[in-house]
């Protein structure tokens, strides 16, 4: 064998220079490569435990994530459901490119697995690896920057907002049955008393009716009874020796149909006179035709005694004395003469009259006088009466 040549000291010199810069750059080039290995291993980590807060945040709110079968740890055994070793070596691939981290390298999670214990970073990251991605849309895919994953994030926090909202107003009513059975029970009360109204107001229309038909027919009688006899009593009242049959006097509806709607026409005709509106008689012919109703009124359903005040205020002579002379008649118990022609009306039930009067002919027809006058000396009234049956009856006018 040929034996190399000796080293000279000036090539050891050299050659131990060019192992010092060698050495010196792998140096560096370790540094640089512990550094990006400590770079890379703190970015695993905060990958691993930010997807490790949000599957435990989805199952929380219990969310249902899809997986490809059951989790997969960092060399566990094969997927139970029909899983090949294919399968298994893409889920091992999947989870190498989601978590690329040293096989020695472990990281303690701040809070356990899904089992409760703690979790290294290959175990994150296996199952991470289990759940099925491909539903996600390309462009969420493909987001691998922090911005990309911002807008994206945003983007379904608005879609979930909307589908919320479509919810809400499309969620059904879960208390409608028991809402429609309130407003069964409602309604059934209030049918029962509309009902209970309508039984009632039917009743009431009913005594209604029944008493418009007794005022008709009462107002009827009395109007009847009335409109025959107030032309005998004017006549009575109106009759002399030259008009012995005295005037006319009658009553009339304006108002066949609905008397209470409308007014009575009273219409009176003096003797000797034409005829005229009640406003056009005069004082005298008035107050006989306002007796001649009153006294009409009366004798459908007598009163035991009236007062009349100053009736004659207004009348003449000769029309005091008839009017003096029917009342002296009506409180007799006797036949009343009628006309010249023989005809007679009959009292049956008499009545007793109180006149107030300052004529002498009203004193006359009386049957006792009572005055009152002023008694200077005691400063009062003083009462006086005089009974008049002890003397003969006055002669008829």
Known sequence: QTLAPPLTPLQVDLDLREARKRSSKLSVDASRLSGEV???????????????????????????????????????????NGGSGAGEEEQHAAGEDAMDVDDSGRAACS????????????????????????????????AQDAVAREAADRELVKQAAELAAELERSAPNMKAAEQYTAMQEREREATAAFDEARREAMAAMTAFDGVRVARHTAFVDAFTHVAKSINNIYQELTRNTVHQIGGTAYLSLESDDEPFLHGIKYTAMPPSKRFRDMEQLSGGEKTLASLALLFAI??????????????????????????????????????????????????????QSIVISLKDIFYEKADALVGVARDGELGCSRTFTFDLDRFEAPAEA
């Not at 929380?60 to 139970?80: D, K, N, Q, S």
């Not at 005694?305 to 006797?334: G, Q």
């Open 38 to 80: 400590s770079r890379l291993r703190a970015a695993a980590e905060q990958a691993a435990t930010r997807a490790r807060d949000l599957l435990a945040g989805g199952r929380l709110e219990g969310i249902e994530l899809p997986r490809r079968g059951e989790r997969v740890r960092h060399g566990g055994a094969r997927a139970r």
């Open 111 to 142: 809070t356990g697995d899904v089992d409760g214990g703690e979790a290294t970073l290959e175990e994150v990251a296996a199952d991470v690896a289990a759940h099925d991605f491909s539903q996600l849309r390309k462009d969420l895919r493909a």
């Open 298 to 351: 009366h004798s459908y359903r007598p009163s035991p005694f009236f007062v009349l005040d100053e009736v004659d205020a207004a009348l003449d002579a000769t029309n005091v004395s008839r009017v003096a002379h029917y009342i002296r008649a009506k409180t007799r118990k006797a036949n009343v003469s009628g006309s010249s022609v023989g005809s007679t009306q009959l009292v049956p039930e008499p009545f």
